[in-house]
């Protein structure tokens, strides 16, 4: 008999007069949240300006749900178009089905848009927020807890996480792999952050050092996870994934430390056209300075032609106007 488990929600939506408040959502809104005001704070660390990070993040965040939701329906396509299904609940994004791996990729797109309208590099907006987006990912695991879903294997340990009977689920105690993600991203976010001190990584190798960290504990994860899944050589789907997207992250991380290393120097960079207001004092005092000389020109000419009377006054002859023979009797 099981002494100890962790329980789950007896529902997980809330009802606010006629308004739903799921709590899927709300983890994925409260980790978007977090993972900004990360990146805003690692972002003005290396030089970048306040803001940047949450003007980049509404390109970037759309365009992540919309990748997330297409990587599931197309992985898990028969849960919406196998007989008996309606293709409608493709859109039901409120009901989980998230893919991490479409998220970041056309987030990255989203991104990749909004920093070529700032001017900034891609990888170094990466690397700010990627300790932010494994943090997002923990808050993000707990919605599966409200809706029950993605547990592993049954399991009688301690931690074990019970689930009530449901569609397409049976009432038992399993392994709780939403809170074995949760707590496996923690630890990818204080490793970047960690390195990224310690090494100082630029140029997109602290974002692949989260991809690479992420992707190694997924594959273990994924190993004791139950639910339904295409299989390709005996392993699911997502754990060829993890393997394949954990490779190309070390490859990155290999060359550019090797192309590109150290960290940039310039994050963001100045407003074209803007003049700093000590380089506007020195175009004044230039400006004022060009001004006046011809002033004191003038004012040095005047007195130059106020001189010439008075040294006649005084019997000065003019230089080259005597005659010879009278140069000789001198």
Known sequence: MTLAYIPSPSTGVLHLGPIPLRGYAFCIIIGVFVAVWLGNKRWIARGGKPGTVADIAVWAVPFGLVGGRLYHVITDYQLYFGEGRDWVDAFKIWEGGLGIWGAIALGAVGAWIGCRLRGIPLPAWADALAP???????????????????????????WALKISEGPNREAGLYHPTFLYESLWCLGVAALVIWADRRFKLGHGRAFALYVAAYC????????????????????????????VVFVLA?????????????????????????????????????????????????????????????????????????????????
């Open 250 to 330: 070390v490859v990155y991380f290999v060359l550019s430390a090797k192309l590109r290393p150290g960290r940039e120097e310039v994050v963001e960079p100045e407003p074209s056209g803007g003049a700093k207001p000590e380089d506007a004092a020195g175009v004044g005092g230039a400006a004022g300075a060009d001004a006046a000389k011809p002033e004191a020109d003038a004012q040095a000419g005047a007195g130059a032609a106020e001189a010439e009377p008075d040294a006649d006054k005084a019997g000065a002859k003019p230089v080259g106007l005597t005659k010879g023979p009278e140069a000789d009797k001198s």
């Open 132 to 158: 932010g987006i494994a943090v997002a990912q923990a808050f993000g695991r707990w919605g599966n807890w409200f809706n029950q879903e993605l547990y592993g294997r049954p399991t009688d340990l301690p």
């Open 216 to 243: 190694s504990g997924r594959v273990w994860i994924e190993y004791m996870r139950v639910d339904e899944a295409h299989h390709i050589l005996g392993l699911r789907l997502n754990v060829w994934t993890a393997i």
